[in-house]
């Protein structure tokens, strides 16, 4: 009896000291982004005045309205749009064939070819930067892809190099998920008469959509936030992605913090949009399978 209570109390304990860290966790995350609120709906003359630690006299929407308008946000937005929605569309579809390819089909390379994918996320992307550099000025594009008719400085360059990145980690998600499916079903639908492209496309992909809205939302911010290769590729400042941008308005308005923290916030709308609408399929991918063998 006293072993029991001992037991109990130990993992009432446990619990405890893991929910005071979740919450401390969460303060620690939260408290942030509600202080950047809170210095963006101030006035900067307010904040010269009282300092950014003080209660607020006045909270006004006019550092949004000018950050919007005066660093010409919209335009690096839609760069970012660009540059994300077909990367993320081009990484899935991509990887869901090398998954099902990987997963369903038996032949001699599966498990090289699945291991060849994932050594590819142990790549630093630093490493590559300085061929990856000179392959961009020697590769020609087509005028109506790339102003300047190179790799280097165009949308088309970024798209390639972050489906490169993105793709080895979408492959070996997808080909574990899809080894979690029922074998039958694709076995039926051959019996059947079924092609290739028609089991993966109308039986296996439907059935990955879980998983698929998971990686949708992690692609989207992955690649909408990333910096390093923005600002390496693109020499123009007007096709650079919003995150960039956010480097460039700092340099213009390096006094009025207030401004920069609103740009922040708008620039990370979106990514917050996009997590809202998969929300449920997010947790779902993140879930399923999780308890099967």
């Not at 607020?56 to 760069?79: C, E, G, I, K, Y």
């Not at 869901?96 to 089909?105: I, K």
């Not at 998920?177 to 694709?186: E, F």
Request: charged share 10%.
């Amino acid at each position: 009896m006293k072993v029991q209570t001992r037991v109990l109390r130990r993992r009432a304990a446990a619990r405890t000291a893991s929910t005071a860290f979740m919450l401390v966790m969460t303060v620690l995350w939260v408290v942030p982004i509600l202080f950047a609120l809170y210095v963006a709906l101030r006035p900067i003359s307010e904040t010269n005045r009282y300092g950014y630690v003080s209660l607020p006299h006045r909270l006004t929407l006019d550092n949004f309205a000018d950050a919007w308008t005066q660093s010409d946000m919209w335009r690096f937005f839609l760069n970012s749009v660009y540059v994300t929605a077909p990367a993320v569309l081009i990484t899935l579809f991509l990887a869901s064939t090398a998954a099902y390819v990987l997963s369903r089909l038996s032949f001699r390379f599966n498990v090289p070819l699945l291991i060849l994918f994932t050594a590819g996320n142990l790549l630093p992307q630093q490493v590559i930067i300085t061929p990856l550099y000179r392959i961009y000025l020697a590769i020609h594009l087509p005028t109506w892809m790339s102003g300047s008719g190179l790799m280097y400085n165009s949308y088309a360059g970024l798209i390639v190099i972050n489906v490169s990145f993105q793709l080895g980690f979408c492959v070996f998600v997808l080909s574990n998920y899809m080894k979690t499916l029922p074998a039958g079903i694709d076995e039926a639908a051959l019996i059947d008469g079924a092609s290739l492209w028609t089991r993966f496309w109308r039986l296996t992909l439907p059935l990955c959509r879980p998983a698929l809205a998971a990686l949708a939302t992690l692609l989207t911010t992955w690649i909408y936030n990333d910096f390093f290769w923005a600002i390496t590729l693109i020499s123009t400042g007007d096709r650079r992605p919003i995150t960039s941008a956010l480097a460039n308005l700092q340099g213009q308005f390096v006094a009025n913090q207030n401004l920069i923290a609103a740009a922040a916030l708008i620039a990370a709308t979106p990514t917050l949009v996009v997590y809202v609408l998969l929300q449920k399929q997010f947790i779902a991918g993140l879930s399923l399978g999780s308890s099967k063998g």
